[in-house]
């Protein structure tokens, strides 16, 4: 698996789950908001520009990447600076939710293009 593709996929773990959110709260400084830590998490690791990142995603996968880059900006300013207050706001929710959903698609494309890679090599004639 290419490795942009991997980054990210990590990264949407850690904005859709949170229990990594906690996880990395208690790892962190208090004077640091952790909405602002994972926008630059997510900037480091989203890089459309680059032929690599580009390489490691479908059409598709990309454009989802950008709405949801679109989606997080646009909430980002607004959130609670306070952690336990973040876990409860529902725009947070909502930025979770979307990473969570791009999670599913993603896994979902992942095995089926693994089940057609197995069913072509499967199909060749062994020499």
């Known amino acids: 698996m290419n490795s942009a593709r991997i980054n990210v996929i990590e990264t949407l773990q850690l904005i859709a789950l949170k229990s990594e959110q906690i996880d990395l709260e ?3 400084e208090e004077s640091i908001s952790i909405p602002n830590l ?3 998490k997510w900037e480091e690791v989203y890089r ?3 032929a690599e990142f580009e390489a490691g995603f479908s059409d598709s ?3 989802q990447l950008n709405c949801f880059t679109d989606f997080f900006l646009a909430r980002i300013n607004g959130l609670p600076k306070k952690f ?7 725009y947070w929710s909502a ?4 990473a969570g959903q ?3 698609d993603f896994s979902r494309a992942t095995n089926e293009t693994r089940a057609n890679n197995a069913y072509s090599n499967a199909s060749q004639p062994t020499q």
């Open 84 to 90: 336990g207050e973040l876990l409860k706001d529902p």
């Open 48 to 50: 459309p520009e680059k």
């Open 95 to 98: 930025v979770c939710e979307f």
């Open 38 to 40: 994972l926008l630059e």
């Open 26 to 28: 208690e790892r962190t």
């Open 61 to 63: 996968e990309l454009k």
């Open 102 to 104: 791009l999670l599913e």
